[in-house]
């Protein structure tokens, strides 16, 4: 066995023998990063003190401190490479005559590890053409506290929203503004008193918990009037009632025409059927605006697609290697666009961020991994990339045992995003907030928050777009909240990013939650306890039963102790599969150890099975 120094022969090093190799899955990234540690336990470091290595290892630290690069090999007589590595001079030491030392990746790869924390500025070469919706920014009405509880009993389905005007000396709209005091009479919102036809947009919220004695389909909707006689019913809304109680959030969203001496009721507008008793008992999220019809321009926004920005931070920290993700490229995360709040109001302003705080943000929602691969390094979803890792089958076990793994046995999950509220009435039905479920591990605390820092609330990010349409908020003289928040903005293969009611319906907190389904299938089932924002539909208060997916690992780990040489060690595969006496296992490899013992060389490989 040769022991060579920048491919220089040299006497072998004191405690080679009890040198110990480790490379660890990655718990941040899933991945590899560090694959070649090499250290002695007990005293930590090899000593060398062939002059020649002395010389080479201490020249190379005063000259190149710990950026210093020299490496390690141990050849057999056969010429065969067993093992290769790099000094770590952050173990340097020295006295006459003698350096120790432990072993390290090379250079690249442990500067990649640092870099990947540091925040770069990227500038903004990309754009996309964003489509919204008008924002009322003050509600003409909220809920009149005074006729919350509405019933109907043995009567015809005649209901309208109990809202008050916020402000009687605000005069929105030509015509009559009211208040509704008493639903059940059908009391309008407004009357047209002028010559003229007038449009009317109406926009807003309305949040009740609502039963009835029968089954039937109800909607949320508005009348026309005139007088007494109905012109028109519109439904907007339309739901299945019975008596059971169905907490509703409907987002209004409507272009009325009101002719001369018509009038406008909201409300309850359709049923299947005649009802004998009915109640609705409205939340404080309801609001609603009566305003004339404002075009609201599409304009360009700047910022990077995802894995353009990904590449572009890769290459700040380490332009060695090359980046590659399948899955922002063309996948499903290709219409993943990243901007910041100046952008958004049509300022062009860098991103700020680094790749490790990107990437967690971007794993809260896809649950993403990442890896080196020799010079490239990849993300993709952490299903992808395990599932395509090779398999090494074990044909020996000295020792085997097994505890069981907690990792994603969740007490308490929540997922979402942590920023997501704003200022106008629709973000009281805003979807992208977040969600906090209860789970079967009842025993064990141990919460899980899988809440994104990117910014995905599809009423925030409208409200920052329109900032540029008002000179208070417009311009680059001036700053605004959320200019340096980084948000994202789902867009289809053209670039456009539309608000259908609001942006980025595919990545909402239950989108993110199946996401991430195949680590948590050992949580069984997932009940919804509390939630900011608005649900996307009822069904997401039913428990979500995750055993129904395949898992990606077992609710075990295994420590495998096995006869192994260094050549065996260092071709390692992403999946282990042993026979422990009982049965054959396979598991994802999280952590490997390699030394001398008074078996021969052995690795200790730590498996999730």
Not at 47 to 57: G, I, N, Q, W
Not at 118 to 127: D, L
Not at 129 to 146: H, K, R
């Amino acid at each position: 066995m040769k022991i060579l120094l920048n491919s220089v022969p040299v006497e072998a090093p004191v405690g080679l023998d009890g040198l110990t190799l480790k490379k660890s899955r990655h718990p941040r990234y899933w991945g590899w990063l560090y694959r070649k540690l090499g250290f002695v336990p007990g005293m930590g470091n090899v000593t060398f003190s062939d002059p020649y290595a002395v010389r080479t290892l201490r020249d190379a630290f005063d000259r190149d401190k710990l950026g210093a690069e020299t490496s390690f090999q141990i050849v057999d007589d056969k010429g065969q490479l067993l093992y290769d590595a790099y000094v770590d001079y952050a173990t340097f030491g020295f006295k006459p005559g003698e350096v120790t030392c432990s072993f390290r990746d090379e250079k690249s790869v442990t500067e990649l590890e640092t870099s990947l924390a540091t925040v770069f500025s990227i500038e903004p070469t990309q754009s996309i053409s964003m489509a919204g919706q008008p924002l009322s920014s003050d509600a003409t009405y909220t809920l009149n506290s005074v006729a919350v509880v509405s019933r109907v009993s043995s009567g015809s389905f005649l209901h309208a929203l109990p809202i008050r005007r916020v402000d009687e000396k605000n005069q929105a709209v030509p015509g009559e503004l009211y208040s509704v005091t008493q639903p059940l009479a059908l009391q309008p919102v407004y009357r047209n008193t002028t010559d003229k036809k007038v449009v009317l947009k109406l926009s807003g919220v309305v949040g009740v918990s609502v039963s009835c004695s029968l089954s039937m389909s109800a909607s949320l909707g508005y009348r026309i009037m005139n007088g007494t006689a109905v012109v028109s019913t519109t439904p907007l809304a339309t739901y299945a009632l019975s008596g059971t109680v169905l907490d509703v959030t409907a987002l209004i969203d409507a272009v009325v025409s009101v002719l001369p001496g018509q009038s406008l009721v909201l409300g309850w507008v359709e049923a299947g059927s005649s009802v004998i008793t009915m109640a609705a008992t409205y939340n404080s999220a309801t609001a609603i605006a009566l305003t004339q019809p404002i075009a609201v321009p599409t304009t360009d926004c700047y910022g990077l697609y995802a894995n353009d920005l990904l590449k572009s931070l890769q290459l700040r920290c380490q332009p060695a290697f090359a980046f590659s993700s399948y899955f922002f490229r063309i996948g499903i995360g290709r219409g993943a666009f990243i901007t910041n709040g100046a952008n958004l109001r049509g300022v062009k302003k860098p991103l700020q961020t680094s790749f490790s705080d990107l990437f967690d943000s971007l794993n809260s929602i896809y649950n993403l991994a990442l890896t080196l691969d020799d010079t490239t390094l990849r993300v993709e979803t952490k299903e992808v990339l395990t599932k395509a890792g090779g398999t090494t089958v074990l044909t020996s076990i000295l020792k085997v045992g097994y505890t069981v793994n907690t990792t994603f046995m969740a007490s308490e999950v929540i997922a979402g995003y942590a920023t997501w509220k704003g200022d106008s009435l629709t973000s009281a039905a805003e979807t992208n907030g977040s969600r906090s479920y209860r789970t079967e591990i009842t025993t064990y605390r141990n919460p899980l928050d899988l809440r994104s820092n990117l910014i995905a609330a599809g009423s925030l990010i409208e409200e920052t777009r329109q900032k540029q349409f008002d000179p208070e908020t417009s311009g680059s003289d001036k700053s605004e909240p959320y200019d340096e928040d980084l948000f994202i903005v789902t867009v289809d293969l053209y670039g456009r990013a539309r608000a259908t009611p609001f942006y980025n319906d595919g990545i909402s907190p239950a989108h993110c939650l199946l996401n991430w389904s195949p680590l948590l299938t050992h949580c069984n089932r997932l009940v919804l306890e509390t939630h900011e924002g608005s649900l996307i539909s009822t069904g997401e208060r039913e428990p979500l039963v995750l055993d129904e997916y395949p898992p990606l690992i077992g609710n075990l780990t295994a420590v495998v102790e096995t006869p192994m040489s260094l050549v065996d060690y260092a071709a390692l595969q992403d999946w282990i599969q042993f026979n422990d006496g009982e049965q054959t296992r396979s598991g994802l490899l999280m952590d490997a150890q390699w030394s001398n013992s008074d078996n021969g060389t052995v690795a200790t490989l730590t498996i999730a099975c």
